[in-house]
């Protein structure tokens, strides 16, 4: 039985609420519970902090790939910490360990993707400078051979009285879009929120969208301003083992990808036109999706392999309604090693200090802190998660094949990369303003002398971005607790000076590793109000809910329904 609707299913009831919206805001829920005790809180420290991350971003953990010997010593050694800390196994079975089906598929022979023109000659293109591709199909080999079809944004929403497709057949095409939103104008100056990223911007919807209806296969237009990152994020990995869930999906896509701009620009002129007047054309809802004087051919052959993923759960029962829980998910799965760079004498091994290690190592803190009080109300459980880099598998399989009903899962709390860059005035919890989560996580705030403010890269659309995502897809209010802006001692713009230097060195690189001259009072400060967060949902009777004009809220109401609440 479905726990909850596809998403697609709730985009079309009415578009996702924006940061500001003023028609539906969130309510400041209150909670009876007792503040925090202090004893618990003095658990939470900066030696064990640096100890969790130094020890799962060690070299020996070999980037914690998943379903390597890497993730191996993770899980063994996540396990042994819950263990240590009081947890018990939150299965049914009453162990730690989920197991999640999964597919790898490694590229052996990539060969060239070729663009031809009507008149003109081929263009060849190489993987991972030029496109970088993979597919959703358990097979050995895979290709698309056909004209192409711009689609513009792929974006096809009633909610927003938006339909790139028209009524246009595309089933078997090999379709062409640019990511993100299309921007809001004058006129609609609230167009898909505006510079909010909703869930039709994300890469994801676009190849949900061209599955359902039937394509052969898509090319997503990658612009650094659009995507948020660099092309080199996506293309790093590109030769390595792609990731999906050992069932493909419905209507699987052959082969799925990426172009950068100067390539987007070529293809663009050798349909007789620019990649500016593209994207003009693609602002507005006349916008008609056509088929390219072009045509793409490309025949990759795969590795594949089913293996498993792991996700690790552990609980506090809960007193008095044992049956309710909340939700801590960290995802502990990290990029793994490079063989090519090792080859070539570089660093090759994707040691995840900040992304994961540091959220693993808040969840783990948040055990010894519940640990060290009386036992909650409610169940409060602790997931780390699997996959999460190749598109929040673990958290999408977990939420699937919950112990419980996510009818009962009352809220979901989710750390991923922890400020290692000192202590803040302020924190953001990315998806809060969405519920009535807002209010709780002001309180929390409050109590380590804190504002919450709000998410200051809203396109960036990092609420579709990390674990949490999954739960809120099963209608679960959900947030993501993430770095402040106001660094105490630091000029204004520090934080985006940090934020900048860690997305062009360290994101998704081997440079991202455990430094002395990290500091840890900021990650102290998120694990704090993480726990008074938590503490307090799960000593209350309260059930945050969902702003009524999120798509999410919808979910909520139907799952609570199902299960008679």
Not at 84 to 108: H, I, K, N
Not at 139 to 147: F, L, M, R, V, Y
Not at 257 to 286: C, F, H, K, N, Y
Request: include cysteine; proline fraction near 7%.
């Amino acid at each position: 039985m479905p726990r909850y609707l596809p998403l697609f299913a709730l985009l079309v009831l009415l578009p996702l609420a924006s940061c500001d919206d003023t028609t539906s805001p969130p309510a400041d829920a209150s909670v009876e519970a007792g503040p925090a005790p202090d004893q618990a809180l003095a658990q939470i420290d900066s030696v064990m902090l640096r100890e969790h991350i130094a020890v799962l971003a060690a070299d020996e953990f070999e980037g914690r790939g998943t379903g390597t010997p890497g993730e191996e010593k993770t899980i063994a050694y996540i396990r042994e910490q819950m263990e240590a800390a009081g947890l018990v196994g939150a299965m049914p079975d009453g162990s730690f360990f989920q197991p999640v089906p999964l597919l790898g598929s490694t590229p052996t022979d990539v060969g060239t993707l070729t663009f031809t023109p009507a008149d003109g000659d081929p263009v060849a293109l190489d993987f991972v400078d030029d496109y970088i591709a993979s597919t959703d199909l358990d097979a050995t080999e895979a290709s698309i051979n056909g004209p192409l079809v711009f689609v513009g944004y792929g974006i096809s929403n009633p909610g927003y009285d938006w339909d790139d497709y028209k009524d246009m057949d595309v089933t078997g095409k090999v379709l062409v879009s640019f990511v993100n939103d299309p921007p809001a104008t004058e006129d609609e100056p609230n167009l898909f929120q505006a510079d909010t990223l909703t869930y039709n911007g994300r890469w994801t919807y676009k190849y949900e969208e061209a599955r359902r209806r039937g394509a052969a296969g898509m090319l997503l237009i990658h612009t650094g301003p659009m995507a948020g990152y660099p092309f080199t994020v996506l293309s790093a990995g590109a030769r390595g083992e792609q990731i999906q869930l050992a069932t493909p999906p419905e209507n699987p896509l052959q082969l799925k990808g990426w172009i950068p701009q100067p390539v987007a620009e070529q293809l663009a002129e050798m349909s007789g036109t620019t990649l500016a007047a593209w994207m003009a054309e693609a602002t507005t809802r006349d916008f008609q999706p056509r088929e390219l004087p072009v045509t793409a051919d490309l025949t990759m052959t795969f590795e594949t392999r089913t293996f498993e993923g792991t996700n690790v759960l552990g609980k506090i029962e809960g007193t008095s309604h044992p049956d309710e829980v909340v939700l801590y998910t960290a995802h502990h799965d990290h990029l793994g090693i490079d063989r090519e760079r090792e080859a070539a004498g570089e660093d090759g091994i994707y040691n995840g200090a900040v992304d994961n290690a540091s959220g693993v190592g808040m969840m783990l803190e948040l055990a010894e802190a519940f640990n060290a009080t009386e036992s909650p109300a409610r169940t409060v459980m602790f997931a780390t998660l699997s996959a999460e880099e190749s598109g929040l598998l673990g958290a999408g399989y977990l939420a699937e094949n919950f112990p419980v009903s996510l009818a009962n899962v009352i809220a979901n709390v989710n750390v991923d990369s922890g400020n290692l860059n000192g202590p803040t005035d302020d924190i953001v919890g990315i998806g809060a303003e969405r519920s009535e989560m807002l209010g709780l996580l002001r309180t929390a705030a409050a109590g380590e002398g804190m504002t919450v403010t709000p998410d200051n890269q809203p396109n960036q659309g990092l609420f579709f971005r990390s674990d949490q995502l999954a739960f809120a897809r099963g209608g679960v209010p959900a947030l993501f607790l993430n770095t402040g802006t106001q660094f105490r001692g630091q000029p204004a713009d520090y934080a985006a000076q940090i934020k900048a230097a860690y997305r062009a060195t360290s994101y998704h690189q081997p440079s991202d590793e455990l430094r002395d001259d990290m500091l840890f009072g900021g990650i102290v400060q998120q694990t704090r109000v993480a726990f008074r967060l938590g503490h307090a949902i799960a000593n209350s009777t309260v059930r945050p809910a969902w702003n009524p004009s999120e798509a999410f809220a919808e979910t909520r109401r139907l799952s609570e329904q199902e299960t008679g609440m």
